[in-house]
């Protein structure tokens, strides 16, 4: 067994690795998981193609492994994109796994990246240790670029939606869809953390074909079904139910989409029975809302959704009051969870977890557990949940438990007198006086005046000591502020 430590050092070379920069991210994580794949198929030693798409779900002709690639010419990338087309050929279900053109192959210029890999050994890896390893890679590579990757959340956040969701599973067969899949990291967790056998489904909208096959390989490197992965992981933009249509439904849905996407809010949407009940769409800045109501249209009738979402998203005004007033008069809503400023990567923002059922929900429990961060110190716009505050939002809400100034079960009625607004401090009264001991007060402040009149008097004994006019003057000033 490959220790966590041993794991962590390979993760710290190779994201040190001069190779591995972010402009080269596709490049990096296609030689990182060829070479797991390679080093997987050596370990089993299949006697053919079939035994090895049998046992793992691909095959890698000998010549082109890793290694044989790596000692014919690792400086030419073209070989490096030979060895992909011809993973493409042999393996028609994971034919856009490896998406590397010659040029972009060409930008590792140094090929230490490929020079460090040649020298690790990842035969000895399992399943689970190899996941591992893309895991830890894929939390810490793009911890500076938001811009690219804002759908993604760190793990403690993926833990909670995923323990949060499984227990509210009754089956021992549920299906499970990210309609904003991202690396394919939340499924994964889901899949971890989960007792019931499940079917993992996901869709990614982003142009950028890295994201699909990065998906993919994610999965592979898991040890997820090929025929599976072929068949449920697709790209298409959910907002337009371009892959996945209405009658598509799912027992879980997990979903952190892109905070206030902008969406082409097209009016003839209206006539879509996704938004035509509720009367209007969510603004053209912010499709927060739309996620939401395209993903109750694809949860099943028992069914749990998790979305998070920015904090705004509770009291903004407009259609997007209208709507959180149509979901709550529907009672879809079940809980409300806030959570710490940057609780979500990147982003010093406050986030909520909002949690939707079919089932009518006659109270929804609000939880705010907005004070129970703790600051990351390698990544200062971020704040973990403490493991108390971690713990205590899956009791809390597990047992729909009512706890002062910390949650509370809140009728229909009396978020009608509020508007609609969901704002938790309308809810739950955080405010907690502070008790002042009178006495140390005073004796601080004797104490403080002590020694100011002794400093005024050592600085007017300095002063005179100078018998200046300037010197003198300041005495005056000193002697009328007493």
């Not at 990210?178 to 142009?207: C, H, I, N, R």
């Not at 592979?220 to 907002?239: A, E, M, P, S």
């Not at 439904?249 to 097209?266: E, G, Q, T």
């Not at 006086?433 to 009149?453: R, Y």
Request: aromatic share 10%; proline share 4%; with cysteine.
């Amino acid at each position: 067994m490959v220790s966590k430590e041993r794991i962590d050092q390979i993760s710290k070379d190779i994201l040190e690795s001069s190779g591995f920069t972010f402009e080269n991210r596709s490049t990096a994580f296609e030689l990182l998981a060829y070479k797991i794949l390679s080093d997987r198929q050596r370990a089993i030693k299949p006697i053919d193609e079939n035994e090895s798409k049998d046992k793992i779900g691909y095959y890698i002709e000998p010549n082109y492994s890793f290694e044989k690639v790596a000692q014919r010419d690792r400086t030419n990338p073209e070989s490096w994109y030979e060895a992909f087309q011809k993973f493409a050929v042999t393996n028609p279900l994971l034919s856009d796994m490896f998406i590397s053109e010659y040029s972009h192959l060409g930008e590792i210029k140094d090929k230490s990246l490929e020079d460090y890999l040649t020298t690790c050994d990842f035969t000895g890896f399992s399943v689970t240790e190899s996941s591992l390893l893309i895991d830890e890679l894929l939390e810490n590579c793009f911890s500076d670029h938001k811009m690219m990757y804002l759908c993604d959340a760190p793990k403690q956040m993926r833990e909670l939606i995923a323990e949060i969701l499984n227990s509210e599973v009754k089956k021992e067969k549920v299906s499970i869809f990210d309609p904003v899949a991202m690396s394919g990291s939340l499924l994964l967790t889901m899949k971890e953390k989960f007792q019931s056998k499940v079917e993992l489904y996901g869709e990614e909208f982003s142009p950028d074909l890295f994201r699909l096959s990065k998906i993919k390989m994610n999965m592979v490197i898991h040890g997820i079904d090929t025929q599976t992965i072929h068949d449920n992981f697709v790209r298409g933009d959910f907002l337009k139910d371009e892959e996945f249509d209405a009658n598509s439904k799912f027992d879980i849905i997990p979903m952190i989409p892109p905070f206030s996407r902008h969406w082409d809010a097209n009016p003839e949407l209206l006539n879509d029975p996704c938004f035509s009940e509720v009367g209007v769409l969510p603004p053209k800045s912010k499709a927060d809302y739309a996620y939401v109501l395209r993903g109750l249209q694809h949860l099943s009738e028992d069914g749990t959704m998790a979305v998070m979402l920015p904090t705004g998203a509770l009291f903004r005004s407009a259609t997007e009051g209208e709507i959180r007033k149509y979901l709550l008069e529907k009672q879809n809503i079940h809980a409300v969870i806030s959570l710490p400023q940057g609780a979500r990567n990147y982003m010093a923002i406050y986030t909520v977890l909002l949690i939707f059922k079919q089932k009518k929900s006659d109270k929804i429990l609000f939880i705010d557990a907005s004070r129970d961060g703790v600051k990351n110190a390698a990544r200062l716009k971020q704040n973990f949940l403490t493991e108390e505050g971690f713990t205590k939002i899956l009791h809390t809400y597990r047992n729909r438990e009512e706890v002062d100034r910390y949650s509370r079960l809140v009728s229909l009625d009396e978020i009608r007198e509020n508007d609609y607004n969901l704002n938790i401090p309308r809810y739950i009264d955080t405010f907690s006086e502070k008790k002042i001991d009178v006495e140390a007060t005073m004796s601080s402040l004797s104490a403080k005046q002590k020694a100011i009149e002794t400093s005024k008097k050592e600085m007017i004994e300095l002063l005179n000591k100078l018998d200046t006019p300037e010197a003198r003057q300041a005495i005056k000033a000193v002697s009328i502020s007493e």
